[in-house]
């Protein structure tokens, strides 16, 4: 089991760029969550899918933020036009089909935009 | 987003003692209280978890308490050791639901 794969681990844009980062979950989990987190914040949910459906993207901050997810081997959270507060490390979890199932996460991918 | 308030924000602790850590929660319809573990670099990982029916769940040195009553949980580190040295986050869920709220994180330094 390769976990919850994340790419990539780091990203350095200007502020105004597209930024794309992905999110391999682990095989059969059916739930896959984007976090976000930040000193001033903590780790705060963004989007959440449900077989490859987005059941709640309460958490999306602003327009400038989408997720996708189109099969059940991938997902993209993409930031356009990227600001400097966007700055912070995203973290994808995936979960079992089943209530209070562990989230298992992948490591991260730190995002700077200067 | 209900929050937890999570205390405290940072806790060094010497080598063998115990590192306690508190949590706050609200909503009296949350019924699950996970505690994650985060070393520098990675995810967070699941630690230990409870439901509100027991007050307290033990997993070798880690020891959660729950006090319904009060609203509070909170994780004992008995024994702590320098590989414990990470940050550790509270979170809870309500019935039904797949989303975790977590609290802002404990970060622990265990000193020789």
């Known amino acids: 089991d390769a976990g919850v794969i994340q790419s990539p681990r780091h990203e350095v844009t200007e502020m105004g760029q597209e930024v794309t980062l992905r999110c391999k979950p682990i095989?059969?989990?059916?739930?896959l969550f984007w976090y976000r987190q930040t000193m001033m914040r903590g780790l705060e949910l963004l989007i959440y899918?449900?077989?490859?459906?987005?059941?709640?993207d309460s958490g999306m901050p602003e327009d400038r933020f989408s997720a996708k997810m189109p099969n059940a081997s991938f997902s993209t959270l993409k930031i356009q036009p990227s600001e400097p507060r966007d700055s912070a490390v995203y973290f994808c979890?995936?979960?079992?089909?089943?209530?209070?199932?562990?989230?298992?996460f992948g490591n991260g991918t730190r995002l700077t935009v200067t | 987003q209900q929050q937890v308030k999570q205390s405290p924000q940072s806790l060094i602790v010497q080598k063998g003692g115990i590192s306690i850590i508190n949590c706050a929660y609200e909503?009296?319809?949350?019924?699950?209280f996970p505690w994650y573990q985060q070393f520098p670099g990675k995810g967070p990982a699941l630690l230990i978890a409870?439901?509100?029916?027991?007050s307290e769940k033990k997993e070798g040195r880690f020891t959660i308490s729950f006090n319904k009553s009060a609203k509070q949980f909170s994780l004992h580190i008995m024994d702590s050791q320098p590989g414990d040295s990470a940050t550790y986050f509270c979170?809870?869920?309500?019935?039904?639901?797949?989303?975790?709220?977590f609290g802002k994180g404990t970060k622990l330094s265990v000193i020789p």
């Open positions: 979890a995936s979960s079992l089909r089943r209530n209070n199932s562990p989230l298992h």
């Open positions: 095989s059969g989990h059916d739930y």
């Open positions: 899918f449900n077989n490859n459906v987005p059941i709640d």
């Open positions: 909503n009296t319809a949350f019924d699950y």
């Open positions: 409870i439901r509100p029916d027991v």
């Open positions: 979170a809870h869920s309500g019935a039904g639901s797949y989303q975790l709220t």
